[in-house]
């Protein structure tokens, strides 16, 4: 069935360290993608989204594009910084939505 | 515009009894969906409404029931509830009318079963 696969966490890096949070998923059709963020104690936020294949999504210095070809929306972050620190879930969808296992990241200063 | 609100924010309940989850949706949203986030976990789709009708259901038992009313905010129920019913259970409103939207969440409530 349907589903998204994330990277294992928890993931832990330094203050302006790269950032690359895998995620792939199997699906029909050419679904909606979507990184959200969930801080502690919170619900989940929009980070980004791309609605078709080689689309781009972009906010706050994440990034993350959709690839047809590899079913895969990679979340990237050139100099992530300590308030960057919280669960990241992959998730695909049309209203419904699927959700990866989320990821944990830890920021350290 | 006022974004999705959930109450209450935590819950404690006794094996076999029953809950009632509220959410207001997003102003100018008309579809809501609930889900079901256990600790460590992704969020699972429980069921959708749309003009207060369900529309999508997850794999979740008959005993996780839903409302929604004229306007559009929405009930999660839940019977005879069972130790594995503890999880943060968050409701996300949508606009169903427009093709690959996405879905804002409230800040979830806490149901803790004992």
């Known amino acids: 069935g349907d589903s998204v696969t994330q990277m294992e966490g928890p993931v832990t890096l330094s203050e302006e360290a790269f950032l690359t949070i895998n995620c792939t998923y199997t699906a029909t059709g050419y679904p909606s993608l979507f990184w959200y963020v969930q801080y502690p104690g919170e619900g989940l936020q929009l980070l980004l989204k791309?609605?078709?294949?080689?689309d781009k999504g972009s906010n706050k210095g994440f990034e993350a594009t959709y690839r047809k070809e590899t079913t895969s929306f990679h979340l990237e972050k050139g100099s992530v910084q300590v308030s960057d620190s919280a669960v990241y879930f992959c998730a695909y969808g049309r209203g419904k939505l699927i959700f990866g296992q989320g990821t944990e990241l830890s920021v350290k200063p | 515009e006022t974004g999705v609100t959930q109450s209450p924010t935590h819950l404690i309940k006794t094996r076999g009894q029953q809950v009632t989850l509220r959410c207001s949706s997003q102003s100018g949203h008309n579809t809501v969906s609930w889900y079901q986030q256990a600790l460590g976990q992704g969020p699972q789709f429980i069921f959708q409404?749309?003009?207060?009708?369900?529309?999508g259901r997850g794999n979740f038992p008959p005993r996780f029931s839903g409302l929604q009313f004229p306007n559009y905010s929405s009930e999660l129920n839940v019977n005879a509830l069972e130790l594995d019913d503890s999880a943060l259970y968050l409701c996300?409103?949508?606009?169903?009318?427009?093709?690959?939207?996405?879905?804002?969440f409230g800040q979830g409530t806490r149901l803790t079963v004992v």
């Open positions: 409404y749309y003009r207060e009708e369900e529309n």
């Open positions: 791309a609605t078709k294949a080689d």
């Open positions: 996300a409103s949508s606009l169903r009318r427009q093709q690959n939207t996405e879905a804002f």
